[in-house]
């Protein structure tokens, strides 16, 4: 038993950045319009208002400190918050996947870190978060979880062995700066800037798309082309800066049944994934990375958000190897993993599946820009070329295959993707056909892992032969394969 303890004082501080950067859009609105409806009487106005929501943001921030405790007694580590409503949360030792720990500019000033626990069936969020203590009582936090492992997992001495077996793999500086070069992370900036572009039309009441269309058609064909090529080179830089500062030192580490991952410079993150919580492992090959034979290597984690990388709780296991390079990767880190493998592929009569909906959205979209831009939508017609082209590879990359205990899936997003899920890891096996299916003999593999909450990460393959799909769910489900002469 021990007694209960409160976070570093620092996190007084966190905490009002964070109930700050929460509320920011909402307080940029209010300032401005107390500004846009200013009097004499009332100057003070938005000064007055940002003097409050500082006074009750530093007060929630040290009531928030205050009432937030932890203690570990018997075999729970036990947290307890909240102001008005006092929130009690007792994990068993027992549940507990790993416990990470992460540290911002902030917490690496002042020698802390943040805290995750991790459990079964925690969702996409940790099922406890501790956000400021010390690395020696984070570190106390995380024996008190192995203790159990020692007590119940290293019994016999040749887990004790395979305990004290030891791999790395670093990410060196130059492979760190071809990563960011290739990391396709452009897309997600101008995602941002659209983002913001709609909150300033409603904060600013200006509408920068109209500005900027004007602003071009006064300008020469040159002019515009150099300052489309401008704007693709500034947000490629960005995405660059942001790829070096998440993977920065890179190291991944195997010891024993767990798999330890440092990365990060401005905010150092440290993950503990047991090998026994990846349900499918995940080869990623993007448009830019796939003529270089450069690939990334991610995995899906049970019950957590280990990483909670791009859009789903993928873990990045290496940012950057080389096609030949992962064969021995995978030996050293995840050796039951097989990817050398034939795949039975769609057959040519599924082609034009392939090919119609991307080629009538581009044609549309194209159409559309004609319409209303005339000259300047005929920039858009490599669109339908690029769509026709990408219908064309997503047809030669597709494909499944499997081997007594192991599914392989390859499809294609604009990333060629390939995952390998253990049969006991499956969660659901969909195999479904529509009408126009039907009449060309083709169906759609679909299935599902425990990751990312209670929906689960879902991967399919579409239009494959509808032979091939019903072997592919008779070997699923051990069915008898009546339908199909394997």
């Known amino acids: 038993m021990s007694e209960p303890k409160r976070m570093h004082p620092i996190s007084i501080v966190l905490r009002m950045l964070k109930l700050i950067k929460d509320a920011i859009v909402p307080l940029v609105i209010a300032f401005i319009a107390l500004l846009r409806e200013l009097t004499e009487l009332f100057w003070w106005s938005p000064y007055a208002l940002i003097g409050i929501v500082l006074l009750l943001d530093g007060l929630f921030a040290f009531l928030y400190w205050y009432r937030f405790t932890y203690r570990m007694e018997q075999d729970e580590l036990r947290i307890e918050s909240g102001i008005f409503v006092r929130k009690k949360r007792y994990i068993s030792k027992h549940r507990i996947h790993s416990v990470n720990t992460s540290a911002n500019i902030f917490h690496r000033l002042f020698g802390l870190v943040k805290l995750e626990v991790q459990t079964a069936g925690g969702g996409k969020e940790a099922e406890g978060v501790i956000p400021a203590l010390s690395k020696s009582d984070a570190a106390a936090i995380q024996q008190f979880v192995k203790r159990k492992e020692q007590d119940t997992v290293l019994e016999n001495a040749e887990d004790t062995q395979l305990s004290e077996h030891r791999v790395s793999c670093r990410l060196s500086f130059r492979r760190l700066l071809a990563a960011a070069a290739t990391s396709g992370g452009t897309g997600i900036i101008f995602g941002f800037l659209f983002a913001i572009t709609q909150q300033a039309d409603n904060v600013m009441d200006i509408n920068i798309y109209s500005f900027f269309y004007h602003w071009l058609l006064k300008q020469s064909l040159l002019l515009s082309i150099l300052f489309a090529a401008g704007s ?189 899920s253990h049969r006991k890891k499956v969660q659901s096996f969909h195999e479904s056909q529509h009408y126009f299916q039907s009449k060309k003999q083709l169906g759609t593999l679909k299935i599902a892992v425990a990751s990312g909450g209670a929906a689960g990460s879902s991967f399919k393959v579409k239009h494959l032969d509808e032979k091939d799909a019903d072997e592919a769910y008779d070997w699923y489900s051990f069915r008898s394969p009546k339908r199909t002469a394997q």
Not at 387 to 397: A, E, K, N, T
Not at 401 to 420: A, F, K
């Open 232 to 420: 693709l080179a500034v947000t490629w830089m960005v995405a660059m800066v942001g790829t070096i500062l998440k993977y920065c030192s890179f190291e991944i580490t195997k010891q024993g049944n767990e798999l330890f991952i440092q990365r990060g410079l401005l905010e150092r993150k440290e993950m503990t994934i047991p090998l026994h919580r990846i349900q499918a492992l995940k080869v990623e090959e993007n448009i830019f990375r796939q003529p270089f034979g450069l690939l990334a290597v991610s995995v899906e984690i049970a019950g957590g958000e280990a990483g909670k990388d791009q859009k789903s709780v993928s873990t990045v296991l290496f940012p950057l190897l080389r096609r030949k390079e992962l064969r021995d990767f995978l030996d050293a880190m995840l050796p039951e993993y097989v990817v050398g493998t034939a795949y039975r592929k769609p057959p040519k009569r599924a082609l034009m599946r392939y090919l119609f909906l991307p080629a009538a959205i581009s044609i549309l979209i194209t159409g559309v820009l004609i319409y209303f831009f005339g000259g300047y939508g005929l920039f858009a017609l490599p669109l339908v070329v690029l769509s026709i082209l990408f219908g064309v590879l997503d047809h030669r990359d597709a494909g499944v295959s499997w081997t007594q205990g192991m599914l392989t899936m390859r499809y294609r997003e604009l990333t060629r993707v390939t995952v390998h």
